[in-house]
């Protein structure tokens, strides 16, 4: 066993927090030594994130870059926080660019939900559940990227 990885279960028996923190240190560093976790491809499942990133929505911006863009980007892709700035930038420019969508969301804003999404390390809702919780949201995406609204 790598000593690396004993740091980390050493740090787990002081408690969650100093745990995760170890851990995220631990894949930070596997990560960057085999290239393997940053600057991803969309997997199968996540093109329609792909696809209202690049459009951009006619509303709902924010509950989309709260639940899904911002927690696919750092989550599953893999960028850094700034690179993820970066691609919800684009997106909010296409939003206003393709549809008329162009009020403002604060920088601070993206920034903080960025930073706690990393924290949490939540994944994007699916389809399903924006069906589910936000059916107004679920019809907009569907529009946008060409799924069937059914």
Do not use: Q, T
Request: net charge positive; with cysteine.
């Amino acid at each position: 066993m790598s000593s690396r990885w004993l740091g980390v279960v050493e740090a787990c028996r002081g408690g969650r927090a100093r745990c995760l923190e170890a851990l995220k240190r631990f894949m930070d560093e596997v990560c960057i030594e085999s290239g393997a976790c940053r600057g991803r491809r969309a997997g199968p499942g996540y093109e329609w994130i792909e696809a209202i990133i690049e459009r951009g929505v006619p509303d709902g911006r924010s509950r989309l870059i709260l639940y899904v863009i911002s927690r696919y980007l750092l989550n599953v892709k893999g960028l850094s926080p700034e690179e993820a700035e970066a691609v919800v930038d684009s997106f909010i420019e296409a939003s206003c660019r393709n549809h008329g969508n162009c009020g403002k969301i604060y920088k601070s804003w993206i920034r903080h939900v960025l930073r706690r999404v990393k924290e949490g390390g939540w994944k994007p809702w699916s389809l399903e559940r924006i069906k589910r919780d936000d059916p107004e949201l679920y019809d907009i995406v569907a529009r946008v990227a060409g799924l069937e609204s059914g």
